[in-house]
């Protein structure tokens, strides 16, 4: 018996489950919705006036070691078409903090500290590395920190990044506002020291490698490889992806609005949508939502007031390329801890892919968080803000910086990993479910779930998928 299925969103989540669909269930027909001008959200890429990509960023597809979502992706580009990287070369990653650019970790380094400090902070830290307590399952980031840490350190260290990164204290953050830019580890010792201490396990969850590139064979316990197009530019990978969706007999529409949502006795769902022009109105045996259920409960019941969140801060991208190559060693990106450059992260592109740097120079992206409660900026200002944020943390010179690429400003924002965002998350997801079909399957990013990655959104995806096709 065919159905007919609405995906709506078609960022990366959209576009899998459009296309598992109509490859496994060739009778279904599959409609593809995105409100913008191109799919893949921000592993699409922006193009500039000679149409030549630059991409959102540093935006690797980590596996998620399932064949269900690995093998599917790897169908799009053929395996030699692809960069692979394994083991500690998968994610090689640095920060700014406290006035320099750490180029040996993403973590911490607290050995630069001076001796008095350290060894007022040693006590609590060990003692809290050698506790049972529980900080798998702490409720917020500051008892995370604090359970695994100890208290000095997550106040006097952890707290000032936190509130410069997402404006908010630890205790008012979700514990997953710490995956998102790995601060589950500190580095404390010198290698043979760390060595030393590796064997347990406790020591090792908290204490990081002083070198990442020096990680010892057999400690990195998960397989999970990166991948990258050996032609640079994500957004040429998605445009072979859209053209497999469309020979799979799906309907891709941009630029699409939803203009209502009704559910049917029998638990099918009505869809109006409009695009160009184009008015529709389609009733699907089932509707994959991917992108914000806050939008989807409006289309549901426009009176419905929705429960209070954060904003998002405002996200711009700045593009350049440079004469030499940048100051950050072999690093393919990493993330400025210091206040005062708006700068979230700076990502070297020619670091994972050899093909991005061209004549035109070494191409570098800026991502640029303004707090949500300034003026959004202009792309101008994103630029300019970014031009001086490369020179100041020694990224580059002014003069070596010889073309200004695309800049960007995020539509939608980049959302706070705050408890109050994820309660409202939960509470939404759990009105969708009183009032909604049960043939309505919520995908995407999942702040009440932990799901951030795009390899996690991608495994709970295909777990939808299946659902779909054998119900």
Known sequence: ????????????????????????????????????????????????????????????????CDERVDAPLREILPLEDWHIWPGIQKDVAGLYWQGRLQTNSHYLDLRSLPDAVRE????????????????????????????KFGADLAERYFAPVLQH?????????????????????????DHDEWVDGSSDERYRAAIAIPDQRKLPPGVRTSPQRALYPKRYGFGHYIKQFEAKLVDLGVKVVRLAKI?????????RIVVDWSALGESKQVTADWLYWAVSPFALLKSLDASSVLPSADMPHH??????????????????????????????????????????????GYPVCVEMHYPSDAAAPTVEQCLA?????????????????????????????????????QQAFAEVRSRLNDAGSKRIVLGGVAPDQGRFFLHEILLAAANDVERIINE
């Open 315 to 360: 996200l711009g991208f700045a593009h350049f390329h440079l004469r030499h190559a940048p100051k950050m060693e072999d690093l393919y990106y990493f993330y400025c801890y210091d206040p005062g450059l708006n700068v979230f992260r700076v990502t070297n592109f020619s670091a994972y892919c050899a093909t991005a740097a061209t004549e035109q």
């Open 120 to 147: 007022s902070l040693r006590q609590s830290l060990f003692d809290a590395v050698h506790s049972n307590a529980n900080w798998q399952g702490a409720a917020s980031a500051g008892e995370y920190l604090t359970n």
């Open 259 to 267: 203009s209502g949502l009704s559910v049917q006795a029998d638990q």
């Open 165 to 189: 990164l997402w404006h908010a204290r630890p205790d008012e953050l979700a514990p997953y506002a710490l995956r998102m830019v790995s601060m589950d580890r500190v580095i404390w010792s």
């Open 1 to 64: 018996m065919q159905q007919e299925v609405v995906v709506v969103g078609g960022g990366m989540c959209g576009m899998y489950v459009a296309y598992q669909l109509a490859k496994h269930r060739p009778d279904t027909v599959v409609t593809l919705l995105e409100q913008s001008e191109q799919l893949g959200g921000t592993y699409g890429s922006i193009w500039d006036e000679h149409g030549d990509a630059h991409d959102f960023g540093m935006h690797l597809f980590y596996e998620a």
């Open 385 to 421: 803000d970014a031009k001086r944020a490369l020179v100041k943390l020694g990224v580059t010179t002014e003069e070596d910086i010889v073309a200004t690429g695309p800049g960007h400003i995020h539509p939608f924002g980049f959302p706070r990993p705050t408890l109050k965002n």
